[in-house]
């Protein structure tokens, strides 16, 4: 009875430690990387990475990015560049989550910038 009660003790923490939560309300992205048109629908706090270009500058760590389907304002803080020069002509990958404000317009806080 012990070795029962031990083995469906252990069963049981197995399957919540590979539990995970789905949701199946995120954005459909094609291979991990999420288009600006998707970025600009989606819910407050979705993570998602992008990939385009900063087309310029707007304040000290707010940019415009666009990729082929639209532009967002995104906000860089000076410890996320880590030592990177980026250009308008760069292509880069942005690693952040899209941010609501109360009138409902979306833009992306920046956690990690990769240059390709």
């Known amino acids: 009875m012990k070795k029962l009660l031990s083995l469906a003790a252990l069963l049981t923490v197995s399957?919540?430690?590979?539990?995970?939560?789905?949701?199946?309300?995120?954005?459909q992205t094609n291979g991990g990387v999420a288009t600006v048109v998707q970025?600009?629908?989606a819910a407050d706090d979705a993570q998602m990475s992008l990939k385009g270009k900063i087309t310029r500058q707007l304040d000290k760590d707010e940019f415009m990015f666009q990729?082929?389907?639209g532009e967002?304002?995104?906000e860089i803080d000076d410890k996320v560049?880590?030592?990177?020069?980026?250009?308008?002509?760069d292509v880069i990958i942005i690693f952040g989550k899209v941010d609501k404000n109360t009138f409902g317009k979306s833009?992306?806080?920046v956690y990690r910038v990769e240059k390709q």
């Open 39 to 41: 970025a600009l629908t």
């Open 107 to 109: 833009d992306f806080d």
């Open 81 to 89: 560049w880590q030592g990177q020069n980026v250009t308008p002509n």
């Open 15 to 27: 399957t919540v430690a590979v539990a995970g939560f789905n949701n199946t309300n995120a954005p």
């Open 72 to 74: 967002i304002k995104i």
């Open 67 to 69: 990729d082929g389907t």
